[in-house]
């Protein structure tokens, strides 16, 4: 049983929707519960973007390829992913969680920290505000969360995953060590794949194990790294939550059913991204202030390249005109396989902009155009205007 709130420094709370995007098929679709689900493409570059529980036992996973996952569950059924509902969805439990707290960081559409210090008076212990959490949004959306509380960001993150599907786990602050401790490094916050293989080729395997080792030769063979997994194998995480986090950039990126090359081939591909991107902004009385260009090539190369955009701008064109001058810092004579763009350093336009002395008429008129072009999407869909390059 959770011990009074007083003797806790901090009441951190991390809320991770279980299979979110699957569980939200199978709630709006009945005749989908209890089947295993691949969310995403269909096609044979596309990746499955969340496996339903009921496919997870036959090794199948997020950012797997789709090929791979319908060869490992046969049975499996695809589902296109519906961004508007999720989206939807996402914006009732963000809602729940401003009921329990005004310091609420969203990480994604399904996860967020909430900061509770302080809310024992309202809620009770930090056991009975996990399992009010739990309730309510089960109660507004249908759906399960699992749901971890501790005295750090990183310690209560772990927590909410080691009980899923619908988990629910207290870490006492005098419990920190205990519970991380017997965990395998690969549940350290910030070791990938490869990070874990470097880590177990110097006899690291447990979060014991880095808690034991000399920090200084941890410095020594990882660098920063040593420090960051030094830190929070003593469960040190003084990070607060930050609420009402700005989106750091905006992005759209695609891959292609077929290998592209050259300038001409990728730029319909960033025409695309561009339109998507300034709606978005125009969307959220966003400005970017930088455009960022992202390739990948056949053999998994990945190359970016970005540029400031002065004045900052909401406009699809002038996001395309950037990232068409970066194309010429590209090699484009290898094949792609993807192809992204991102809007970055992103300015509110409600805040003051000094203003450009040339160029006002063509900016207004292509402010006029994409405003008018936003009303017939939103009225009558996405699909209703094309560019005359498209046809």
């Known amino acids: 049983m959770s011990r009074p709130a007083s003797t806790w420094p901090r009441i951190i709370v991390h809320a991770d929707m279980d299979a979110f995007y699957a569980a939200i098929e199978q709630h709006d679709r009945p005749e989908l519960r209890g089947k295993p689900l691949l969310i995403g493409g269909d096609s044979p570059r596309s990746v499955v973007t969340t496996a339903s529980y009921e496919a997870r036992p036959f090794g199948v996973g ?3 390829s789709m090929v791979v996952a319908k060869r490992k569950c046969p049975q499996a059924l695809i589902i296109p992913p519906r961004m508007h509902r999720y ?8 809602e729940v969680f401003d009921t329990f707290s005004p310091r609420v960081e969203a990480l994604s559409l399904d996860e967020a920290f909430l900061d509770m210090t302080g809310a ?9 505000m996990a399992a009010a959490i739990k309730w309510a ?11 971890g509380v501790a005295a750090s960001k990183y310690v209560a993150k772990v927590a909410s995953d080691v009980r899923k599907p619908d988990g629910l786990c207290v870490v006492e602050p005098q419990d920190t060590l205990n519970f991380l401790h017997p965990l395998p490094i690969s549940r350290l916050w910030g070791v990938g794949k490869r990070g874990e293989e470097q880590l177990r080729a110097l006899g690291l395997a447990t979060i014991a194990d880095v808690a034991a080792a000399d920090p200084t030769w941890l410095r020594g063979v990882l660098g920063s ?3 960051h997994i030094y830190r929070l194998a003593q469960g040190d995480d003084p990070r607060p939550v930050v609420p009402d986090r700005e989106a750091q950039s905006i992005g759209a990126e695609n891959t292609l059913d077929e290998d592209v090359r050259g300038a001409a081939a990728i730029r319909p591909h960033l025409m695309h991204a561009a339109d998507r991107i300034a709606w978005r902004l125009r969307r959220g009385s966003l400005a970017a202030g930088g455009v960022r260009v992202k390739l990948k090539t056949n053999r998994f190369a990945l190359h970016t390249r970005q540029v400031a955009l002065r ?7 002038d996001l395309l005109d950037a990232a068409l001058a970066l194309l010429e810092h590209f090699d484009l004579r290898e094949p792609m396989r993807l192809v992204g763009l991102a809007a970055f350093d992103l300015r509110d336009l409600a805040a ?28 009558f869909g996405k699909g209703t205007v094309k560019r005359g390059s498209d046809v």
């Open 62 to 64: 997020s950012a797997m």
């Open 311 to 317: 004045p900052p701008s909401q406009n699809a064109g």
């Open 87 to 94: 989206a939807e969805v996402s914006r009732q439990i963000m």
């Open 225 to 227: 790294m040593g420090d």
């Open 120 to 128: 024992e008076r309202l809620f009770g212990t930090p056991l009975d």
């Open 352 to 379: 003051p902009v000094q203003g450009e002395l040339f160029g006002q008429g063509k900016r207004q008129k292509q402010q006029q155009l994409d405003a008018a072009l936003d009303k017939l999407r939103e009225r």
């Open 137 to 147: 949004v089960r109660e507004r959306t249908g759906l399960c969360v699992s749901v």
